[in-house]
C-alpha cells in the first residue's frame, strides 16, 4: 500500500510514474508548477531584466527579482544578501576568488568535502595559502576539538559541508559557526544536500557565507543557484565576473560598481530558471519544510537499517546522524555494476562511484569497490519503493555470495 502522504507531490512529477527515483543528492526531479511558471515567462513575457522600461521586460525584472525576496524570507535574511549563481560550485567559487587572500593566510576544511569545496581552497595553495584539511571520524563527521586545534592566527576561513553528499553525515554546523564567531574569522557553509531538506536559518548558522543549489532539495531547475552573504562582510568580496549590470559609472578611464548583489551578477541571466526557483521555493513552503525534514528523516532511517540487514552488504555512516543518503556496497561488486543492475532489473535509479568527493570515498575505505552506491530520498519516495530497492540489494547480494 502506497504512502498517501506522497500521492499530490507525486502527480507533479510525471517521471516518478516511470522509475524509483532515488538520486535527490544529485538532481531532484522538477514539479510541475515550478515548469509552469519557466513556460510562462516563455509564452508571456520572454524579456530581459533592467534593461527596458516597456510592460514586458517590467514584468520579467519584477518576477525575477521576487524570487530573491522568497529565497531571502526562506533563509531568514535580506533581499540583498541573495547572490543568483548558476549552482553551488560557482557561489563557492565566487568566494574563493572574490576574497584577497594573501601568502601565510590558513583555511580549515574537512577531507570529506564534495570537490566544489575543496577544489577552490586547494587551488589558492598555488598562492602560499595554507590548506589544514581536518579529518573526520570512520563515520564522516567532524571532531570540534580539531577545528579548535587548527585556529591560530593566520585561519582566514572555515569552510564545511552541512551534509556529506558522499556520505550523508550531518556537521555540527553550529558549533563550528561559535568557533569562528569567537575567533573573528570568516565561515562559509555549503548547503547542497541540506536546502529544501531540512530547516535553514542562516542567521542561526552564523555563518558569513552559505552556498545553496536551485536543482537538489528546493526542486528547481538545473542551472540555478544562489550565494548568501552577509552584508557586512560583502565589501571583502571583489566582483570576479565584470560586465553589463555590473556598474553604475564608466568612463575611459574608470568604472563605479553597482550597489549589492548587482555588481556580482554580471551579463544576462538564467531569468527563466530564477523564476522556476521561485516557484521551487514556493512549492517547498507550501509542502512544509517540517514536512519534509520528518518524512526524509525516517525514510532515512529505515532504508538504512533495511540495506544495512543484508547479508553480504556494508553500509556507511552512523545511522543516526545522516540525512536523506545511504552509501552502501555490495561486497565483492563494483558499484557502478550494483547501480547498472538496479536500473536494469526495477528501474531503480541511484548514484554510484566517487561522488566528487574521492577524498571523503577514500577515508571510509570504499575507494576498492569503485565509489559507493548512493540512494538519496526527498519526501515523494515512499518505504514502498525503499522495499523494492532492498529486495533487489538482496538478490545481487546473494549473486555475488556465490
Known amino acids: 500500500m502506497e504512502d498517501t502522504q506522497n500521492i499530490d507531490i507525486r502527480s507533479d ?137 587548527a585556529v591560530d592566527d593566520t585561519t582566514k576561513l572555515i569552510t564545511t559541508t552541512h551534509i556529506s553528499n558522499s556520505i550523508g553525515s550531518c556537521q555540527p554546523i553550529y558549533d563550528i559557526g561559535d568557533i569562528a564567531e569567537e575567533n573573528d574569522i570568516l565561515y562559509l557553509v555549503d548547503a547542497a544536500q541540506s536546502a529544501g531538506h531540512v530547516k535553514f536559518d542562516v ?51 574608470d568604472f563605479t560598481l553597482e550597489s549589492a548583489p548587482g555588481r556580482f551578477e554580471g551579463g544576462t541571466q538564467n531569468i527563466a530558471g530564477v523564476i522556476g526557483l521561485g516557484a521551487a521555493v514556493n512549492y517547498v513552503e507550501n509542502v512544509g519544510i517540517e514536512n519534509i525534514e520528518k518524512h526524509s528523516t525516517k525514510l532515512t532511517k529505515y532504508m538504512f537499517d533495511k540495506i544495512n540487514s543484508i547479508d553480504n552488504t556494508i553500509c556507511y555512516g552512523n545511522p543516526d546522524n545522516i540525512h536523506g543518503i545511504v552509501a552502501f556496497n555490495v561486497e565483492g561488486m563494483n558499484s557502478h555494476d550494483v547501480a547498472k543492475i538496479l536500473d536494469e532489473l526495477k528501474d531503480i535509479c541511484v548514484r554510484s562511484g566517487y561522488h566528487c568527493a574521492i577524498p571523503a570515498i577514500k577515508h571510509i575505505g570504499a575507494d576498492k569497490l569503485g565509489g559507493t552506491v548512493r540512494a538519496s530520498v526527498h519526501y515523494y519516495n515512499t518505504k514502498e519503493e525503499i522495499d523494492i530497492l532492498a529486495e533487489t540489494v538482496e538478490e545481487i547480494s546473494k549473486f555475488a555470495g556465490g
Open 13 to 149: 512529477i510525471p517521471l516518478l510514474n516511470e522509475v524509483i527515483y532515488l538520486d535527490a543528492a544529485s538532481t531532484t526531479p522538477t514539479p510541475e508548477p515550478v515548469v509552469n511558471a519557466m513556460c510562462d515567462y516563455f509564452h508571456n513575457f520572454n524579456a530581459n531584466i533592467g534593461r527596458g522600461a516597456y510592460k514586458t521586460a517590467v514584468k520579467a525584472t519584477m518576477k525575477f527579482e521576487n524570487t530573491r525576496e522568497r529565497i531571502a524570507k526562506f533563509i531568514n535574511c535580506n533581499r540583498n544578501e541573495v547572490i543568483f549563481t548558476k549552482n553551488t560550485t560557482e557561489a563557492i567559487n565566487l568566494v574563493a576568488n572574490s576574497l584577497e587572500f594573501k601568502k601565510g593566510d590558513s583555511i580549515i576544511v574537512p577531507n570529506i568535502e564534495h570537490h566544489s569545496n575543496f577544489l577552490p581552497w586547494l587551488n589558492l595553495k598555488k598562492a602560499g595559502v595554507n590548506l589544514k584539511v581536518i579529518k573526520t571520524d570512520k563515520y564522516g563527521v567532524i571532531d570540534l576539538s580539531d577545528i579548535e586545534k
Open 203 to 253: 542567521k542561526e548558522t552564523k555563518a558569513d557565507f552559505v552556498s545553496f543549489p536551485g536543482h537538489k532539495g528546493l526542486f528547481g531547475p538545473v542551472g540555478t543557484g544562489f550565494l548568501y552573504s552577509k552584508s557586512d562582510v560583502m565589501d571583502k568580496l571583489k566582483p570576479v565576473n565584470l560586465g553589463g549590470g555590473t556598474v553604475s559609472k564608466v568612463t575611459e578611464d
